[in-house]
């Protein structure tokens, strides 16, 4: 079945490093792909997605590539804040499933001034 | 904006007890979902349904039921709390895909913490 692998957390960085979050997926077909935020004490809220093969999606600084030969989409962002403190969730989305999105089990990402 | 709006923030139950979580979207979405949230497990579907009076179980639907009697609402009912079934619960709503543009993202209510004591 279909199925989604994030890098276990939590990722410890300061402020103004390079991140990268590393997703791999398990998919038949051409799934959607996303990364979803989830800041301190609040519910999942979409960062970025993409719906196609080498497209891009970014928000907030945030990027990353579908990219369908190493079936990855990693999140990248050139310098952190203090404000990016979250979990991180990548997921898929198949287009022949009417229900639900496949999650990854998230990473939590710690950035310290 | 899209709302998903959950009843209560914080919430705490003893064993034993009927718990309702509710969860009501205004967007017109077709499908509700909800999930628990536990540290190092994810995200774990319990159920979804994708239309009035329907729904479907999910990955961990043991002592959990549902109801959908309007399209903008869906209730999480605990039959009998236990407390293992202290979590983060999180309500989401999506449109039905058949296709549709913006079809496949889903938006989340801001969770219930549930603590049984």
């Known amino acids: 079945g279909d199925s989604v692998t994030q890098m276990e957390g939590p990722v410890t960085l300061s402020e103004e490093a390079f991140l990268t979050i590393n997703c791999t997926y398990t998919?038949?077909?051409?799934?959607?792909l996303f990364w979803y935020v989830q800041y301190p004490g609040e519910g999942l809220q979409l960062l970025l997605k993409?719906?196609?093969a080498d497209d891009k999606g970014s928000n907030k600084g945030f990027e990353a590539t579908y990219r369908k030969e190493t079936t990855s989409f990693h999140l990248e962002k050139g310098s952190v804040q203090v404000s990016d403190s979250a979990v991180y969730f990548c997921a898929l989305f198949r287009r022949d499933s009417n229900y639900q999105l496949i999650w990854g089990a998230g990473t939590k990402l710690i950035i310290k001034p | 904006d899209v709302k998903v709006t959950q009843s209560s923030r914080y919430l705490v139950k003893r064993t034993g007890e009927k718990v309702f979580l509710e969860c009501v979207q205004d967007?017109?979405?077709?499908?509700m979902f909800w999930y628990r949230q536990d540290p190092g497990l994810g995200l774990r579907l319990i159920y979804f349904?994708?239309?009035?009076?329907?729904?479907e179980k999910g990955d961990i639907p043991e002592g959990y039921s549902v109801s959908r009697e309007k399209k903008e609402r869906f209730s999480l009912i605990l039959e009998s709390a236990s407390t293992n079934q202290t979590s983060m619960y999180l309500c989401a709503s999506s449109f039905l895909s058949q296709g549709r543009a913006g079809a496949d993202e889903a938006f989340f209510g801001q969770g219930t913490r549930l603590t049984v004591v």
């Open positions: 967007m017109d979405h077709e499908n």
């Open positions: 349904s994708y239309d009035v009076k329907m729904k």
């Open positions: 993409a719906t196609k």
């Open positions: 998919a038949t077909g051409y799934p959607s």
